[in-house]
T-cell receptor, first 110, second 117 residues
Framework: SQQGEEDPQALSIQEGENATMNCSYK?????LQWYRQNSGRGLVHLILIRSNEREKHSGRLRVTLDTSKKSSSLLITASRAADTASYFC??????????FGAGTTVTVRA | GAVVSQHPSRVICKSGTSVKIECRSLDFQATTMFWYRQFPKQSLMLMAT?????????EQGVEKDKFLINHASLTLSTLTVTSAHPEDSSFYIC?????????????FGNGTRLTVT
C-alpha cells in the first residue's frame, strides 16, 4: 500500500536554482529511498538513507531523514534541464517491499 | 550496474485476449522480483511479489487468476494479463534487487505500456 505523501505535487524552477521536495510517511521504516522517473520510463534509484542516518549526499543530491517526524527531504542543487522528471520517495518497512509516495513532478526551465 | 530488461515496451491488444510481459535480470540473479502498476500521473502500486520456484504473493485486491505470474528461473519473471479489458490499460513495471538484504535499492525495467482496445 502507498505510504509516502510527497509535497509539493509539482515544482517548476529555473535552471541553476535548487529544488526541494518533501516526503512524509506513517509507519516505522528500515530505510527510505528516492527514485527518479523520466516520462514513460522505469525508475532510477538515486539514494538510500537508512533509519539510523540523518543526512546523505550524492553529487548534487542531498537527502535528510527525520524519523521523529517521519519525514524526508530531497534537495537537488544547481538544477539542470536534464533533472526534469518525477521524483518518488519509497519506504522499506523491513518486509522487502517498497511503498512509493505519490511523487513530485519537477520541471526545470532553461 | 545491475540491469533489468522488460519486454515489450508497448503492447496494444483487443479486449478478451491475453498479454505476456517479460522481466529479465541481465547481469544478476533475482530470487524475488516485484511487479508494479502505475496509472497516469500517479504513484506505483505493488501488485505482487514474484518468487523463483514458488507461487507469487499478491497484494490485497489484485486478482491472481487475472494477473498470472511465473518465475521459472533466477533471471526471468513473467506477468500475463489474462482476458484483458480496457480497465487493465496501464503502465506495468517490474523490479528486482541485485543484492541480498533489504538495505539495497531496486532496479527497474523500463516498463510496459499496455493498451486494451
Amino acid at each position: 500500500s502507498q505510504q509516502g505523501e510527497e509535497d509539493p505535487q509539482a515544482l517548476s524552477i529555473q535552471e541553476g536554482e535548487n529544488a526541494t521536495m518533501n516526503c512524509s510517511y506513517k509507519t516505522s521504516i528500515n530505510n527510505l529511498q528516492w527514485y527518479r522517473q523520466n516520462s514513460g520510463r522505469g525508475l532510477v534509484h538515486l539514494i538510500l538513507i537508512r533509519s539510523n542516518e540523518r543526512e546523505k549526499h550524492s553529487g548534487r543530491l542531498r537527502v535528510t531523514l527525520d524519523t521523529s517526524k517521519k519525514s524526508s527531504s530531497l534537495l537537488i542543487t544547481a538544477s539542470r534541464a536534464a533533472d526534469t522528471a518525477s521524483y518518488f520517495c519509497a519506504t522499506d518497512a523491513n518486509d522487502y517491499k517498497l511503498s512509493f509516495g505519490a511523487g513530485t513532478t519537477v520541471t526545470v526551465r532553461a | 550496474g545491475a540491469v533489468v530488461s522488460q519486454h515489450p515496451s508497448r503492447v496494444i491488444c483487443k479486449s478478451g485476449t491475453s498479454v505476456k510481459i517479460e522481466c529479465r535480470s541481465l547481469d544478476f540473479q533475482a530470487t524475488t522480483m516485484f511487479w508494479y502498476r502505475q496509472f497516469p500521473k500517479q504513484s506505483l502500486m505493488l501488485m505482487a511479489t514474484s518468487n523463483e520456484g514458488s507461487k507469487a504473493t499478491y497484494e490485497q485486491g489484485v486478482e491472481k487468476d487475472k494477473f498470472l505470474i511465473n518465475h521459472a528461473s533466477l533471471t526471468l519473471s513473467t506477468l500475463t494479463v489474462t482476458s484483458a479489458h480496457p480497465e487493465d490499460s496501464s503502465f506495468y513495471i517490474c523490479s528486482a534487487r541485485s543484492q541480498q538484504g533489504n538495505n539495497s535499492p531496486l532496479h527497474f525495467g523500463n516498463g510496459t505500456r499496455l493498451t486494451v482496445t
